[in-house]
């Protein structure tokens, strides 16, 4: 039995979408972050040394990181199901996108969480401006600069075929989600980039999307976008 190692709102809620797309049969163990530091509870690093979600176990097998793990799945489970065939065109752009995910999208969303702390975060009341400050500068002269960089391009991407890897849905889109849905929480994700929105519509009606949100319970980031 597959074992999926999850954390409330987090990455590991794509492991589950890619189980219910192909249909295998999987337990849960939860985990909750720390309501104040919303960090993993130090009780996954006896799973792996690291402490992060997800990680899965198929036996003897351990596998961390979910662009690994989504790999792993599809190669020992999928039987060709949710990637393009090898050598073509589409495949090129499968293997880049569940690569751009982490490696170029998520950064900037992750450097706008950590300014949108350090504007709030508890400090001496003669240090809160200073740090509202820079913090407001950096999202200004950086981040938010490169948010819209990569949306735009994203909007760009999605607007060929309404898929990321080809004219059908892949794990590419799966590994995708995540950067997307935090964009509309925090990046500036909004109705001015209509072919991402509808790219996030498309994906929240599939069913074995709606499953995954039933078996691990409630997870903040599906929420819709202003309009």
Do not use: C
Request: without cysteine.
């Amino acid at each position: 039995m597959i074992v999926v190692h999850h954390l409330n709102n987090s990455r590991s809620q794509r492991v589950l979408w890619l189980l219910e797309e192909l249909g295998l049969p999987y337990e849960i163990v939860r985990y909750q972050r720390d309501p104040k530091t919303m960090l993993a509870p130090k009780a996954l690093r006896e799973v792996h040394p690291l402490g992060k979600s997800p990680v899965v176990v198929d036996g003897d097998v351990t596998v961390a990181e979910s662009g690994a793990i989504v790999t792993y799945l599809l190669d020992r489970y999928g039987e060709g199901r949710l990637r393009p065939s090898p050598g073509t065109a589409d495949a090129r752009r499968f293997d880049y996108f569940m690569h751009y995910a982490e490696g170029s999208a998520m950064p900037p969303l992750l450097l706008k969480l950590v300014f949108l702390r350090m504007e709030s975060a508890p400090v001496p009341f003669f240090a809160k401006p200073i740090a509202r400050m820079l913090a407001r500068g950096a999202q200004k002269s950086f981040v938010d600069p490169q948010l819209t960089l990569h949306l735009d391009y994203m909007e760009s991407e999605i607007g060929k075929t309404g898929w990321f890897a080809g004219d059908a849905f892949t794990a590419a889109d799966i590994q995708m989600s995540f950067p997307l849905e935090a964009a509309v929480s925090r990046g500036g994700l909004d109705a001015t980039r209509p072919g991402l929105l509808g790219f996030l519509e498309r994906i929240h009606a599939r069913p074995a999307y709606r499953a995954a949100l039933e078996r691990a319970g409630d997870y903040d980031l599906v929420a819709k976008p202003a309009r």
